[in-house]
């Protein structure tokens, strides 16, 4: 599995799969809404100084993560759209991933990261609070009904 840039080829197949994965655990698909940055990535995250990746098989995306920066305190991210395909699951994938959109974030010199959520994602928020995200409140997403905070501190990047 390899981690790279999203680009416009990509559009498609990322929505598809957060559409997939939003589905099955019951949430639902907001194209002109929640998820309309998905379909938007230009200018929903390159715009404003963040960053949308794939996570790419040797044959198909199988997953998708972002983050973008907001007005939630000083030099303050938010990460977004992390979703793996049913297939890539517990395999540490998503640990994985965590730790290099972290690791990407102090790189730009941020140092605090929100994440909203919703409880029936029982994976992604063992992960967060296993990663030492701690709850939070300012839920902005209707469908999300978790908020998590974490201040990073400074960490070698190898």
């Not at 790279?4 to 939003?22: C, F, G, K, M, N």
């Not at 007005?71 to 540490?92: F, H, N």
């Not at 010199?109 to 992960?127: D, F, H, N, P, R």
Request: aromatic share 10%; glycine share 8%.
């Amino acid at each position: 599995m390899i981690i790279r840039s999203w680009q416009p080829p990509d559009r498609q197949e990322a929505a598809e799969i957060i559409h997939t994965v939003l589905t099955e655990y019951g949430l639902g698909w907001e194209p002109q809404g929640a998820d309309r940055d998905v379909l938007e990535v230009e200018f929903a995250y390159w715009q404003i100084g963040g960053e949308f990746w794939v996570v790419e098989s040797p044959d198909k995306l199988v997953g998708t993560a972002a983050y973008y920066p907001v007005p939630r305190g000083e030099k303050t991210v938010e990460i977004r759209k992390m979703y793996l395909l049913p297939q890539v699951r517990g395999q540490g994938l998503g640990r994985w991933l965590l730790q290099r959109l972290e690791e990407a974030i102090i790189q730009r010199g941020y140092g605090e990261i929100w994440v909203e959520t919703a409880s029936v994602l029982k994976e992604a928020v063992c992960l967060y609070e296993n990663s030492g995200y701690l709850p939070a409140t300012g839920i902005e997403t209707e469908r999300c009904d978790l908020v998590y905070c974490k201040i990073l501190q400074a960490m070698k990047i190898h």
